[in-house]
């Protein structure tokens, strides 16, 4: 395998990183060359993202990039569902939503009044999650929809500034929920029924496809010259999929970070009555595959506990295992979704409105979460077997959340499965490996990932107790009054 050179840029909702990967003798390097912080920015009663600072940081990297060697490509990941609008002379339009955004309240609601469930899934496969892209292209207001010449998902607006090429990465486009993932095409007869545009939408390509060079103001702008764009797996759970260390068919994989990602891959999308009622999702991975999986809240209300606190986190994780298991949430509860410093007290107060032992210290209060994502991981790995209809036998953690030995080990107690551990930069591997198109097969792209990744396993120890667990499917069942 011949030596060769990529810059991969991974935006997760926090922060940002350019890495530069070197693959050489069957082995991938990860360089993380520069690092930023990401996150909302309120204006006006709204949040967005500030991607003119994200782009600003990124033109960084690439100068520390040109500045190494010589590199082949570039190529984008980052979040799902956020877009910008172009207008005719490909100028932005407005700013680039958050997901998080209170525009969306009540939003879902109202497109499933007008549509039925049945209608919506059958045509995309895809999870009912309030901040979808379905849910935010009904929030636009009617007179910016109609200024909008392009619609580009948010690494691909980042793709059409680097090379001047205007289209969308399946991966992505997948998670829009107006895909449809049998023909492939745009699901334009929903869009139509809900009164909302489609001449904005791009044509659709496949991970690995080269969009074109770098634009001359780049090579000056960064000291690059001639690199080809091209699109990686854009979602970033998509290219963190393609870069499981896994070997055969029987294994599941979670990618930990602010979300957990809990999932298997299948050769079809499944668009069952059960898939629908477990409201399971069906996006596009590399080489055609299907990630069937559910979209579970991952380390976000850890996350957003500590910025209250403002605690070490490895001491916080070391710390909450200390603690015994006690009282648990549903992670999943809508209540939790919201940005707010007022995190802790959320957690508290579910613990009191469902009868629970409250939680009062930071340890305490992280164990809960912990226990509770792990418990929730297990309840859709089970689910993810039965419909999925094949064996979990190894669950595969990879993301920033394969570090916390804790969780990890949860994880294993509440499923009864072992858990591999990495790699860590996931993402950024499967994009590198993605762009390198001498990696030819799925199996030689995992083959690499485990021989260039130290990967730990945790094996089942100590059960969940059968009173625990009952609690928590009762609060996943909304079975307690909260």
Known sequence: MLTSRHIAIDLGASSGRVALGTLEGGRLQVDILHRFPNGGVPVRGQLYWDVLGLWTEILHGLSLAASSGPVASIGVNSWAVDYGLLDAQGELLGGVHHYRSPRLASVMERVRA?????????????????????????????????????????????????????????TNASSTQFLNPLTGRWARELLDALQLPTSFLPTIVEPGSGLGLLTPELERLTGLSDVQV??????????????????GQDWAYISSGTWSLVGIETPQPVLTARSLAENLTNEAGV?????????????????????????????????????????????????????????????????RATGQQIPQTPAEITRCILDSLALRCAEVLD????????????????????????????????????????PVEATLMGNLLVQARTVLSAAQRRQIVRDSSALQTFEPQDAVSAGQREVFVQLSRHLVPT
């Open 230 to 247: 091209i699109a990686p797996a854009t979602h970033d759970t998509a290219s963190a999929v393609a870069a499981v260390p896994a070997e």
């Open 114 to 170: 007008d549509l039925t469930d049945q209608t919506i899934y059958s045509a995309t496969g895809i999870q009912f999650l309030p901040f979808n892209t379905l849910y935010q292209l009904a929030a636009e207001r009617p007179d910016q929809l109609s200024r909008a010449h392009t619609l580009l998902m948010v690494p691909d607006l980042l793709h059409f500034w680097l090379c001047g090429v205007a289209v969308t990465e399946r």
């Open 287 to 351: 080489g055609g595959t299907t990630r069937l999986l559910k979209n579970v809240m991952g380390l976000w209300i850890v996350q957003q506990c500590n910025g209250a606190w403002q605690l070490d986190f490895g001491e916080l994780y070391a710390l909450a295992a200390q603690i015994p298991a006690g009282p648990v949430i549903d992670p999943d509860d809508a209540r939790f979704l919201p940005v707010g410093p007022d995190m802790p007290e959320r957690v508290q107060a579910y613990c």
């Open 383 to 422: 689910t993810l077997e039965e419909v999925g209809g094949q064996p979990v036998r190894v669950v595969h953690v990879v993301g920033g959340g394969s570090q916390i030995g804790l969780l990890n080990q949860l994880i294993a107690d509440a499923s009864g499965k072992p858990v591999v551990a990495g």
